[in-house]
C-alpha cells in the first residue's frame, strides 16, 4: 500500500463528515497483475469504524493537517488489508521500476553542443 494522496483529508474536512475506511481483499486474485481477463473468485470487502476529523474543524487547507488526516486514514486501511505500507507515492514507485527516471547528463564543457557557435578560422 502507497502513500495516499490528500484529497479525501480536503472532503472530510469541507464537509465536515466522518470517513469510513474500506478495504478489498483478494483482489489479486480476481485480476491478477499482467491478465487480461477477470477470475471468478471470492473478495471480502471489510469496513473499518468511522474516523473522526472534527477536531481539526477549521484548519481546511492546511496541508500538514491534511497529510495528517491522510496518514491515518491510510494507517486505518492497511490495518484492515494486512498491506504493508510503504512511504513512497505508486506514481514514482511505477516509474522508478519501469526506469523512466531519467538520468542526470553529464556537464559538458563550454561550446560543446552549442549550435549557434561559428569558428573563427576555417581548418586547413
Known sequence: MYKGKT???????????????????GTDKVNPIGSKMWWPRRL????????????????????????????????ALMELSGQEYVDVYAAKAKE????????????QPPGVGD??????SRAG
Open 7 to 25: 484529497g479525501v483529508a480536503r472532503i472530510a474536512l469541507e464537509a465536515r463528515v466522518p470517513v469510513i475506511p474500506v478495504a478489498m481483499v
Open 44 to 75: 471480502e470487502i471489510r469496513f473499518g469504524e468511522p474516523l473522526d476529523f472534527s477536531r481539526y474543524e477549521g484548519l481546511a487547507g492546511d496541508r500538514f493537517i491534511e497529510r495528517s488526516i491522510t496518514d491515518e486514514i491510510m494507517y
Open 96 to 107: 522508478e521500476l519501469a526506469g523512466a527516471v531519467p538520468l542526470p547528463t553529464p556537464a
Open 115 to 120: 549550435v549557434a557557435r561559428m569558428p573563427e
